[in-house]
């Protein structure tokens, strides 16, 4: 079984100050997206990164695609309570279906 | 509608009874999925369709639950005799293949009594 670990499971910080989450597997992907789940909702995809050592920014969100295509990092520059969610990572193996990562749960303090 | 349909949005029912979940996805998606989410956790990987046929069931729990796709369409998944332990969000997501994004439904929120 594939197997995508996402840390922390959990963290808690306060608004204006920066972070980063991340997501490593042992396998390499072909692919890895990033997607944010809200409360009462379902994930929304936030972005697929391809190529390896690729970074895309989404305004303060900056997404990085390891080298190896084998992890991936999101780093949220001053977050605000509205960054307040399940952050979760996928990729699919080879052209099998997505796996999703374990999750981190992200709370912003005001 | 342009988004993932599901429904009921929440069903609260009696332990042992029968409940039959529906999803509709998105038009031309191929690919539908089923994920299952406790309180505070992350997805439960339950079953996924291509067309109309199951690949992959082997994220089902019990032989309590199915599912059924038809006309490459509308989903259901139904859960017999159910447990308290099924209390859950219980989420759909369609793609166009099986290695595109997904797209989610906002769950049905399943409490058993």
């Known amino acids: 079984t594939q197997l995508l670990e996402q840390s922390p499971q959990f963290l808690s910080i306060q608004e204006g100050e920066n972070l980063t989450v991340y997501c490593n597997s042992s396998?390499?992907?072909?692919?890895l997206q990033w997607y944010r789940q809200e409360p009462g909702e379902g994930p929304v995809l936030l972005v697929t990164?391809?190529?390896?050592?690729e970074v895309k920014k989404l305004k303060r969100l900056t997404f990085q695609f390891g080298d190896a295509r084998k992890d991936s990092s999101l780093h949220i520059t001053a977050a605000q309570p509205g960054d307040t969610g399940l952050y979760l990572c996928?990729?699919?193996?080879?052209?099998?279906?997505?796996?999703f990562g374990t999750g981190t749960r992200l709370t912003i303090i005001p | 509608g342009a988004g993932v349909s599901q429904s009921p949005s929440n069903k609260v029912t009696e332990k042992g009874k029968d409940v039959e979940l529906r999803c509709d996805p998105i038009?031309?998606?191929?690919?539908l999925y089923w994920y299952r989410q406790r309180l505070g956790q992350g997805l439960e990987f339950l079953i996924y369709?291509?067309?109309?046929?199951?690949?992959?069931k082997s994220g089902l729990p019990s032989d309590r639950f199915s599912a059924e796709r038809t006309g490459e369409s509308v989903s259901t998944l139904t859960i017999q005799r159910t447990q308290q332990e099924d209390s859950a969000v219980y989420l759909c997501?369609?793609?166009?293949?099986?290695?595109?994004?997904?797209?989610f439904g906002d769950g049905t929120r399943l409490s058993i009594l």
């Open positions: 997501a369609s793609s166009l293949w099986t290695d595109q994004p997904q797209h």
């Open positions: 396998s390499v992907f072909s692919s």
């Open positions: 990164v391809v190529t390896g050592g």
């Open positions: 996928a990729g699919p193996f080879g052209n099998e279906k997505l796996t």
């Open positions: 038009s031309g998606h191929t690919a």
């Open positions: 369709f291509q067309g109309n046929s199951a690949p992959d």
